[in-house]
């Protein structure tokens, strides 16, 4: 006989009892009573009609009804009453029914002749907390598949081997393939091959040390053409299962691309117009270097005219003379014009200033051309990837282009390494540090208000992987209180309208946000200053 356990935890819920057999349906009921409201009835049909006036949460179920047999049934009642937990009774021991039961929806599956009171109870406690739990999972299913379906970035679930469990609907809406299509393309066929190996080194760490990883990638969408990707992946743990799986979040960047290309662009441009403001600034200095040289040059083209003016009329008159002497006669009046034509021009003296006067010429020629090869090195716009740059070249341009800034103020002296390799530089910003080092250094001389000229020296030389640019001045110096700010935008000591003080800030920017660099400061008030800007060989 059944007695009803003593349980702690009652169920309290609706129950259905299907049972064509008064006595165990009675039984059934004796012992469920007390676990909530209990309905019997004996066949499937008044069943289904109790269930369409009634819903309850559990229906305990026989396999052997007179108007249905096996698990028709049991699929009548899932369509009729989905929410609810079902217990299958049978008398049958089948062990493949029992399994095929539990796979359409049936939460346990219990023999007649091994049942009692407690194992019913918990039998029907267990379904409940079964159903319970498979409604949350279906409610979160229905809520993930509700928020991929929707959402705007690409959500794909894989394996080790980068099979898709599941992709997002968001995939074939950006790159426009059907989800059939989709699923025949490969991680070979989507990803752009340059950043294949990135892709599989990702994934392979991410798999096989667990951490998070987020990588770039361009994947190709139907038209050929291809989208910039930014992925987050990371493992989903679940102990239970066989192979691990990962979950993979990337987001359309092209926008993101474009405005970063843009600012590069706009980065390119003020940098330009910086070198275009600073040969502004230059430009009378500039003009003074130049006109220096053209004025001997103009001068030396006017003595050389005299001079062939002179010899013109030296071998005119020779050749007069040398005309009226045919037939041995030579008149004496003519040798006396000749001579006194000669003596005139002082052809000696000519003799000496003409090659003097074309050396000073070609010498005027060169400085000008040296001028103006250092102005259009130190104007070039550069281009936005790094190059290899002659730095020795890059400092003696810069330092002849800003000549009239510095040459009333300090004396220049120049230490540059002959065998200096080149480096990879961007050659406008670096021209662009060295004149603020410049100018800076000039200002400082000037600040000590010392009646003497002060000193520049510039030099170069390899340390191991690095090329060192040392660059000092005989100025003021800085005080200790605010080294730490001469790197500052906008910060000076100078006076009002002497820069806007982002002469060292740009240096900043250029060799250690750029160039990834180093510089290295040491300062001693009233004797002068220091910069070491220390520049990789290779690419960083």
Not at 174 to 196: A, I, M, N, T
Not at 409 to 422: F, G, I, N, R, T
Not at 425 to 438: K, R, S
């Amino acid at each position: 006989m059944l007695r009803t356990p003593s349980l702690s935890a009652q169920v309290s819920q609706s129950i259905l009892i299907v049972e064509d057999e008064p006595a165990l349906s009675s039984l059934y009921e004796r012992v469920l009573s007390r676990q909530g409201t209990v309905r019997c009835c004996a066949s499937l049909e008044t069943a289904l009609e109790a269930l369409h006036v009634h819903p309850c949460e559990v229906v305990l179920l026989d396999l052997g009804l007179p108007d249905s047999q096996g698990l028709e049934g049991l699929a009548r009642i899932r369509r009729h009453a989905p929410e609810a937990a079902v217990v299958i009774t049978t008398g049958a021991s089948d062990e493949n029914l029992a399994l095929e039961a539990l796979r359409n929806g049936a939460q346990d599956y219990l023999l007649k002749d091994r049942l009692d009171a407690s194992t019913l109870v918990r039998a029907i406690r267990y379904a409940l907390e079964r159903k319970q739990t498979e409604n949350k999972l279906h409610q979160v299913e229905e809520l993930f598949l509700g928020v991929a379906d929707n959402m705007v970035d690409l959500l794909s679930i894989i394996q080790t081997d980068g099979t898709r469990i599941y992709t997002s609907p968001s995939y074939c809406r950006l790159l426009g393939y059907s989800g059939e299509e989709l699923s025949e393309l490969s991680r070979k066929d989507l990803v752009y091959p340059d950043d294949l190996p990135g892709v599989l080194e990702a994934l392979e760490g991410l798999f096989r040390d667990g951490i998070s990883r987020r990588f770039e990638y361009r994947i190709r969408r139907r038209d050929g053409g291809y989208v910039p990707l930014e992925s987050n992946a990371a493992l989903i743990l679940d102990v239970h299962a066989p192979n691990p799986k990962a979950v993979l979040i990337a987001r359309d960047i092209s926008a993101r691309k474009a405005a970063e290309a843009e600012r590069e662009r706009m980065e390119v441009e003020l940098r330009q117009a910086q070198k275009l403001e600073s040969i502004g600034q230059l430009a009378a200095g500039i003009a003074h270097e130049i006109n220096t040289p053209i004025q001997y040059i103009g001068d030396n083209t006017s003595f050389l005219r005299e001079a062939f003016e002179a010899l013109g009329r030296i071998v005119e008159r020779h050749q007069a003379l040398l005309d009226q002497c045919q037939g041995d006669r030579c008149p004496p009046e003519e040798v006396s014009a000749a001579r006194r034509v000669l003596e005139e021009a002082d052809l000696g003296y000519y003799l000496d200033e003409v090659p003097k006067a074309l050396a000073q010429t070609l010498e005027g020629v060169n400085r000008v051309t040296r001028i103006v090869g250092a102005m259009k090195d130190f104007s070039h716009p550069g281009g936005d990837a790094k190059c290899w740059t002659d730095i020795n070249r890059s400092i003696e341009s810069t330092v002849t282009v800003c000549r009239n800034e510095w040459k009333y103020a300090a004396d220049m002296e120049l230490d540059l390494s002959p065998s200096l390799p080149w480096v990879p530089c961007y050659p406008a910003e670096f021209n662009q540090a060295i004149l603020n080092l410049v100018i800076n250094a000039v200002h400082a001389i000037e600040a000590n208000q010392h009646p003497d000229k002060g000193i520049i020296r510039i030099g170069t030389r390899q340390v191991g992987e690095t090329v060192e640019i040392l660059v000092q001045d005989s100025g003021c110096g800085i005080p200790d209180v605010i080294r730490d700010r001469v790197f500052d935008p906008f910060f000076t000591t100078k006076p009002v309208g002497k820069g806007i003080g982002q002469g060292l800030s740009i240096v900043h920017a250029v060799i250690v946000d750029k160039l990834k660099g180093s510089i290295h400061l040491d300062s001693e008030v009233g004797k002068g200053t220091s910069f070491r800007l220390c520049l990789p060989l290779r690419e960083v």
